[in-house]
């Protein structure tokens, strides 16, 4: 906490995708209000076991305690051994529903899943959900899509990487709807590479994404903290966040 504050950072969101990591992420939420947020929900690679009165109690219950998110759900068809596409299209639809309900956003991972992910998008975005395609690597189609119906785009230490290649997916998106994230303790960008990624790495992303887009890094730093704000619901800034 300490070391993210110092880097920059004025809140952080500690993501629930398991109801294990969502009670974690609520207990911290807890300890530091106004600058830790948690969200809940289940991610993909658990859709196998997602029983829909089941987990809906208890994302309903972490909404009631403050999540202001669904999520990390979504659709990940690139590892054998996960629950069959129709499996997880299941439990993402119940879950987008769930966020239609109870006005909340949602944080969705997609990988090589583009056409489902597209359709169950725009059917969200037609039920007034609004969310973030998060760690987003995929096509400028998708994006586009996801755009379209109001939603946001999040990247990661990805775009630091050497084998990077698509600046131009950058530069797609509007000023309005850009975030910056970790992903941690996963992807940490470079110079941190093969380190634990953590919330005081999210500055060398951040000023890749500027540097792509032609700004500076403290303006993009507000920028992405006012988007993540106006996406999440949070407390207004106070003078001097950046």
């Known amino acids: 906490m300490a070391a993210a504050q110092s880097a920059g950072a004025v809140a952080i969101v500690c993501i629930g995708e398991s109801r294990d990591a969502a009670?974690?992420?609520?207990?911290?939420?807890?300890?530091?209000?106004?600058?830790?947020?948690?969200t809940a929900g289940v991610h993909p690679y658990d859709a196998a076991t997602y029983d829909a009165p089941r987990d809906r109690d208890w994302i309903e219950a972490a909404i009631d305690a403050g999540a202001v998110a669904i999520g990390e759900c979504g659709l990940?068809?690139?590892?054998?051994?996960?629950?069959?596409?129709?499996?997880?299209?299941?439990?993402?639809?119940?879950?987008?529903?769930?966020?239609?309900?109870?006005?909340?956003?949602?944080?969705?991972?997609?990988?090589?899943?583009?056409?489902?992910?597209?359709?169950?998008?725009?059917?969200?975005?037609?039920?007034?959900?609004?969310?973030?395609?998060?760690?987003?690597?995929?096509?400028?189609?998708?994006?586009?899509?996801?755009?379209?119906?109001?939603?946001?785009?999040?990247?990661?230490?990805?775009?630091?990487?050497?084998?990077?290649?698509?600046?131009?997916?950058?530069?797609?998106?509007?000023?309005?709807?850009?975030?910056?994230e970790t992903d941690a303790p996963y992807l940490a960008p470079v110079p941190v590479r093969g380190r634990r990624n953590e919330p005081q790495y999210a500055r060398y992303t951040l000023a890749r994404i500027a540097a792509v887009r032609g700004v500076e890094p403290d303006a993009m730093g507000a920028l992405v903290t006012g988007n993540a704000r106006r996406l999440l619901g949070l407390a207004t800034a106070v003078a001097g966040d950046v």
């Open 23 to 38: 009670a974690g992420a609520a207990a911290l939420a807890a300890r530091y209000p106004r600058v830790v947020y948690a």
């Open 76 to 180: 990940d068809y690139h590892h054998e051994g996960h629950a069959a596409p129709a499996v997880q299209r299941a439990a993402l639809a119940d879950q987008l529903a769930l966020a239609a309900e109870r006005s909340r956003p949602v944080i969705v991972h997609t990988r090589d899943a583009e056409a489902d992910t597209t359709a169950l998008v725009r059917e969200a975005g037609a039920a007034g959900v609004v969310g973030v395609l998060h760690c987003y690597t995929g096509s400028h189609a998708l994006a586009e899509v996801a755009l379209a119906e109001g939603w946001y785009i999040s990247f990661s230490g990805v775009v630091t990487f050497t084998r990077w290649a698509d600046d131009a997916l950058v530069r797609l998106v509007p000023d309005g709807r850009l975030l910056v």
